[in-house]
């Protein structure tokens, strides 16, 4: 099981601006370590595959065996496919990516879909880690699961503060399940769960889907086809909410310090700074320019915003971390475009 075409997308990982020279030492793998990633042909598993096998990995990581999957393999949804899963692999680490998600109009359109294949690839995945004994698992969640009437920055304390946003609510009271069982199965079990939040991810490998993409594949699509057929590009909503972008190569090598580094129960907010938020007009305009798109922009401002902000504070990461770089986004949008445009009948739109 592999998650990609390693034709596909292929960068130099060793470019990246990020760091961890900061780091503690990791603990050493045991013999024998095998990381099956959930969802591993996606945009977060590729990058994490990319990031393993580059110089940039430590030789605790190129020591484990790295298994990548995804749902054409394996529906997770169903128990006896996860258990078949886990009994090939045999598992010592996960990280849980597996889930069923999309962008602002996807979320509106389906939320039973989004809850309940969430929670039954959820279930199915963290029983299995009991089941089977494994050391550790890392579940994903977002930013987006967070209350939506809150103070801001919002930190890992404040997920369960009130309700999110109605326009994902589906997706997000499923993810919420994720930290509940992550101390039950600890208290209960003694298993050793913990979850990260990521901001909005982007990179290559993305969905690029018009209809179900997030914000940044979508636009990155929308772009390449207004400049192609010399059409409008525009821009749903006001271009006015404010987001924190994290580019996936930088997530992968997060990740992996995770997989090594953090032992707590408690979900750890993995971002940029707060100061790096930038409104979804100047991602489009930034899109714009990567592609050398040189008309004017349209916002459609009939169409939904969403939720405006929701900014996240990265003070526990930066306490661990405080050295770490992330990649500026203009140059993280910009090869993005360029993965797209050289994988554009590759790519999964």
């Not at 393999?73 to 899963?85: A, G, H, K, N, V």
């Not at 939320?111 to 929670?119: A, G």
């Not at 979900?267 to 305009?285: K, R, Y």
Request: net charge negative; hydrophobic share 35%.
């Amino acid at each position: 099981m592999s998650c990609c075409d390693p034709s596909v997308g292929s960068t130099d990982s060793t470019a990246s601006s990020t760091t961890t020279t900061s780091a503690p030492t990791p603990t050493p793998a045991s013999t024998g370590d095998v990381v099956l990633v959930t969802g591993g042909t996606g945009l977060v598993g590729c990058a994490i595959e990319a990031f393993v096998n580059s110089t940039q990995a430590t030789e605790t990581l190129r020591a484990m065996r790295w298994v990548f999957t995804g749902v054409e393999e394996f529906d997770l949804r169903d128990p006896r496919q996860c258990r078949l899963l886990f009994e090939r692999v045999r598992p010592t680490h996960v990280i849980h990516l597996a889930a069923r998600v999309g962008g602002l109009f996807a979320n509106l359109k389906f939320k039973v879909e989004f809850y309940r294949e969430n929670i039954l690839i959820n279930d199915n995945v963290m029983e299995c880690c009991k089941d089977f004994h494994v050391k550790k698992l890392i579940s994903f969640l977002s930013t987006c699961i967070f209350p939506d009437k809150t103070t801001y920055p919002i930190d890992e304390s404040m997920l369960h503060n009130g309700a999110p946003h109605e326009s994902n609510e589906g997706y997000a009271y499923a993810k919420r399940m994720i930290d509940v069982l992550n101390r039950c199965y600890n208290s209960e079990y003694g298993c050793h769960f913990t979850s990260i939040i990521p901001t909005n991810i982007f990179g290559p490998h993305d969905n690029y889907s018009l209809e179900s993409g997030h914000v940044v594949p979508a636009l990155i699509h929308k772009c390449y086809i207004a400049k192609r057929d010399s059409k409008p590009f525009v821009v749903l909503g006001t271009g006015k909410p404010l987001r924190q972008f994290i580019y996936s190569r930088d997530l992968a090598e997060l990740v992996c310090w995770v997989l090594l580094n953090y032992d707590s129960v408690e979900p750890i907010i993995l971002s940029v700074d707060p100061e790096a938020e930038v409104s979804i007009g100047q991602v489009a305009t930034m899109i714009a320019e990567a592609f050398d798109y040189t008309h004017a922009l349209t916002f459609n401002t009939e169409a939904a915003d969403g939720q405006y902000r929701k900014t996240a504070s990265n003070s526990k990461l930066r306490a661990l971390l405080p050295d770490f770089q992330f990649t500026p986004i203009k140059q993280a949008i910009q090869e993005s475009v360029t993965w797209f445009v050289e994988n554009y009948d590759k790519s999964r739109k």
